[in-house]
């Protein structure tokens, strides 16, 4: 790497540290720490919210995923915007009243401590989790850029993310982030004007846009209602609305982000403001892997994009079977270059026939060039055993160090790694606040003065932290790591959401409580009946929903008047029970679910659970 991509890539990053740094000097309170000052405006708020989901992650695992599977990931999003006008019509009003730290305090006036603690304990679980995983990615990049030793490039990015956050608190992290979604989109689109550019003579971006058309990269929308498919539009509505109503609405990552606003009406338009631009950034990031797709239709890819684990292969029995491999490559590659050029010629002539039997060609030698990356990830395997052989998050990262002008490089690094310090650093605050005011202060040390509580905030951001740090340590068991997160995600958020739901709609028994509960059981009827029959079609959604509808009815008509306490708590229990199970159920082979289906189910579970413990416990709501 060049010595001007050195100084772009250190001079952003510590300038932004230390401009966190330097603007929360004077914090010297536990709320101005933990909470800020609540003097934020809508567009900070609205930055802030998207720099913390915008994880190092996004940047490096997305364009990896559009380039091996094309647009269709894009779905996932496409339930963000119904989801942020939800939350800022029922969530943020009853937020702001309370006055809370977090999101769980309002459970404790609703339930009690129990369910309150019950559920921060989820967040905790899934949040450090995911907090690992987003202090090993952009650790990828620098063990494979420099060489150095894995363990010890996590430990280096997470030490200076934990100081960063000790140092400045939720203060430091908001006030930096609308300077890092600056660094972040910018480079983005830099990125996809060059990948345009650096296009081979005479291949326009129609040319690109064409290409990547025929080849299946740029079909959006899947409208087949497939339990198994990960992304199509009824996942993504269904299963993404009720994952980012989990995330935005109770995950205090992005809960801490929104109580720190001026007012009610900035919190909002700070909600919809990232429901509104961030579907677009995903779009472009997805893109961006389009464009570098076609771009290597070109420009001849590895074969293995990780050189890191093509290096083990040298001096081993392995290597003179990899060197046939790559030569195999090589004359496959040529012979799909012809084949795009003849795809692109036949396009340009309007002539369908050929364009039909340039794709049926790309396809064979697709597969062909397929089984070859197979046949060196084998070898991998063969010497490394506890080799990570799945290369697609090292795609977008090969591109930018050996195609991108001299300063660019530096820039995509800072934007890789702006984004790993925004949302690590917004998950150990949101981790440190909810130990501290949900658990810490409530339970096990009650009665202190502020600055101990301040300074006790310190020490669990850092406990933290290391926490993190050892989970990022395994975090290369995780085939592809955006999809690890949203993992780890939708194992906990559905029973966190079928909780706040209960508490927010399930007071007492009224209209909108029958509403609500018939919708939730039509939703699972239709899903329960499809996965007993092995497949969903009109037929089984109908009859699913129409006896789920009606079981939802009647179970809050007939055994219910409200839910209490207990009722949650249990129904909370068994929820996630649930979950646990059909997604070990999924993992194994015995059903075929896809994962964003976690959020909705879970969720309705933890509904009917406690609907149907309300009948037995009959307790008073507060």
Not at 223 to 246: A, K, P, Q, T
Not at 401 to 415: H, K, Q, W
Not at 431 to 456: E, G, P
């Amino acid at each position: 790497m060049h010595i001007i991509d050195w100084i772009i890539m250190l001079g952003t990053l510590f300038g932004i540290v230390a401009y966190g740094v330097w603007k929360t000097r004077k914090v010297d309170n536990v709320q101005s720490y933990l909470l800020g000052d609540r003097d934020l405006p809508w567009w900070t708020i609205g930055l802030s919210i998207m720099a913390t989901q915008a994880s190092a992650i996004t940047f490096l695992s997305t364009p990896g995923q559009a380039y091996e599977s094309g647009m269709g990931f894009a779905q996932f999003y496409f339930g963000l915007p119904i989801a942020m006008v939800i939350l800022a019509i029922f969530f943020l009003p009853i937020y702001y009243r309370l006055e809370v730290y977090t999101a769980y305090e309002y459970l404790e006036s609703r339930f009690d401590v129990k369910t309150r603690q019950l559920t921060a304990i989820l967040f905790l679980i899934q949040r450090g989790l995911a907090a690992g995983i987003t202090i090993y990615a952009p650790a990828i990049i620098l063990s494979t850029i420099m060489g150095w030793n894995l363990v010890w490039t996590v430990l280096f990015i997470g030490i200076i993310v934990i100081f960063y956050t000790v140092m400045g608190g939720t203060k430091a992290v908001s006030v930096t982030q609308k300077q890092q979604m600056i660094i972040i989109l910018t480079g983005m689109i830099l990125a996809a004007i060059i990948i345009i550019f650096r296009l081979p003579e005479g291949i326009s971006f129609n040319d690109a846009l064409g290409i990547a058309g025929k080849m299946g990269k740029l079909e959006v929308v899947n409208f087949e209602f497939d339990l198994s498919e990960r992304y199509n539009i009824w996942s993504g509505i269904l299963g993404g609305v009720f994952l980012f109503l989990s995330y935005f609405g109770t995950d205090q990552s992005q809960v801490q982000r929104y109580l720190s606003g001026k007012s009610l009406s900035e919190s909002r338009l700070g909600l919809l403001f990232n429901g509104i631009i961030k579907v677009p950034m995903q779009f472009l990031v997805l893109f961006v892997g389009i464009l570098v797709f076609v771009f290597f239709l070109f420009v001849k890819p590895p074969v293995h994009f990780n050189n890191a684990n093509v290096s083990e292969l040298s001096g081993t029995p392995s290597e003179i079977p990899y060197q046939n491999l790559s030569k195999e490559y090589d004359q496959v590659y040529a012979q799909k270059q012809q084949a795009v050029r003849g795809l692109l010629s036949a396009l340009k002539s309007d002539n369908d026939a050929q364009v039909s039997e340039a794709q049926q060609t790309i396809q064979r030698l697709q597969a062909e060039e397929n089984t070859i990356r197979q046949g060196v990830k084998d070898l991998i395997l063969k010497e490394v055993p506890a080799a990570k052989t799945k290369d697609t998050d090292y795609v977008f990262i090969t591109f930018v160090m050996n195609y991108l002008p001299i300063g660019l490089v530096g820039l995509l690094l800072a934007v890789i790694f702006s984004a790993a310090m925004s949302s690590t650093a917004s998950e150990l605050n949101a981790l440190a606040t909810t130990t501290v005011i949900d658990l810490y202060k409530r339970s096990w040390v009650t009665d202190r003065l502020d600055a101990h509580y301040l300074s006790a905030s310190k020490w669990i951001t850092i406990l933290w932290g290391t926490i993190a740090l050892c989970f990022a340590l395994v975090a290369d068991l995780f085939d592809n790591l955006i999809q690890a997160v949203n993992i780890i995600g939708s194992l906990f958020y559905g029973a966190i959401l079928g909780v706040f739901l209960v508490a927010f709609f399930f007071r007492q028994r009224d209209n909108r409580a029958l509403v609500v509960g018939s919708l939730t059981g039509a939703i699972l009827g239709a899903v329960v009946l499809g996965l007993f029959r092995g497949e969903v079609d009109l037929f089984s959604s109908c009859v699913g929903g129409l006896g789920g509808a009606l079981i939802g009815y009647f179970l809050i008509s007939q055994f219910f008047t409200t839910v209490g306490s207990n009722a949650i708590f249990w129904g909370a229990i068994l929820g996630e029970i649930c979950v646990l199970i059909i997604y070990y159920l999924t993992t194994n082979g015995t059903i075929n679910l896809a994962y964003l289906w976690l959020n909705l189910i879970g969720c309705v579970l933890v509904i009917l659970f406690s609907l149907l413990l309300a009948g037995i416990f009959r307790e008073n709501s507060k």
